[in-house]
């Protein structure tokens, strides 16, 4: 019977019981994929990350309840801090390396941790993908786009995104890994929400990954290079964003929420 450590972690908040859960697993090295689909599913978290030591770095995959996916921000941050807050990594930059999304780093400053993302590149939505989007959300969006992963769309204000009640069957039919529907904050730059059911989570409590689609759109529209964002889901969650053109830095806090030992045969 194998035995492996494991970390619950809530990211991008200082306080438990909210932010998003990810479960960090700490391997020596790779196991079979399909069991580390198994171990996401019976965690049943919106994110479960496995990371190996390699020398100084780490390699890191990522797994949704119900399939692998590119990159996960948040699970991202949750290593970082396990690794620099729980078992005393020397240093206040780590290096993930991951096969889909290449080198990411994570540094400590100030007690926040800031995930260095490749930034995203969107594209303006067809009239057919548009239509579609609008099916998703119940209206017409001000703007929609397409990134390398997810669709994103503009709303009306931060009362709209609130109050949304998107059709996630609608959601679920989309070429894409989810939909982020975003608009300017009333306290922040700006907030959003994120579905995608498309890979078994309804609603992603904070979503690090949605950022690098976020942050240089609203830069662009605010002219700012340094933002504050809040995800508008029930856990709710902010964000510290800084555009630095081909990279996002995307940062947030962590709280341990319990660790212990897994095993599978």
Same mark, same amino acid.
């Given at each position: 019977m194998e035995k492996v450590r494991m970390y619950q972690v809530?990211?991008?908040?200082?306080?438990?019981?909210?932010?998003?859960?990810?479960?960090?697993?700490?391997?020596?090295?790779?196991?079979?994929?399909?069991?580390?689909? &198994?171990?996401?599913?019976?965690?049943? +978290?919106?994110?479960? /990350?496995?990371? @190996?030591? #390699?020398?100084?770095?780490?390699?890191?995959?990522?797994?949704?309840?119900?399939?692998?996916?590119?990159?996960?921000?948040?699970?991202?941050?949750?290593?970082?801090?396990?690794?620099?807050?729980?078992?005393?990594?020397?240093? &206040?930059?780590?290096?993930?390396?991951? +096969?889909?999304?290449? /080198?990411?780093? @994570?540094? #400590?400053?100030?007690?926040?941790?800031?995930l260095d993302f490749p930034t995203d590149t969107l594209s303006e939505a067809t009239e057919e993908q548009s239509e579609l989007l609008a099916q998703c959300i119940g209206m017409k969006p001000l703007e929609a786009y397409k990134g390398r992963t997810d669709y994103l769309v503009i709303v009306e204000n931060e009362l709209t995104v609130k109050n949304l009640k998107p059709d996630l069957n609608a959601i679920k039919a989309l070429n894409a890994r989810g939909l982020i529907v975003s608009a300017n904050g009333d306290n922040v730059d700006f907030v959003s929400r994120f579905f995608a059911p498309q890979i078994g989570v309804d609603e992603d409590p904070v979503t690090g990954s949605a950022h690098t689609s976020l942050i240089p759109l609203w830069s662009r529209k605010t002219g700012k290079t340094e933002m504050i964002a809040n995800q508008l889901s029930q856990r709710g969650g902010q964000l510290a964003c800084l555009f630095n053109g081909h990279r996002c830095l995307i940062g947030g806090k962590a709280r341990l929420f319990l660790s212990g030992e897994i095993y599978f045969d």
């Open positions: 809530d990211a991008f908040t200082e306080r438990l019981f909210s932010g998003n859960p990810a479960a960090v697993c700490i391997l020596g090295s790779w196991i079979a994929d399909d069991v580390m689909q &198994s171990i996401a599913f019976e965690n049943n +978290l919106p994110e479960t /990350v496995f990371i @190996v030591g #390699k020398g100084p770095d780490y390699e890191i995959r990522w797994f949704s309840p119900t399939s692998e996916v590119d990159l996960c921000g948040h699970a991202t941050l949750a290593s970082a801090y396990v690794l620099l807050d729980l078992l005393g990594y020397s240093g &206040s930059v780590i290096r993930f390396h991951s +096969l889909k999304s290449g /080198v990411l780093s @994570v540094e #400590k400053k100030a007690g926040m941790f800031f």
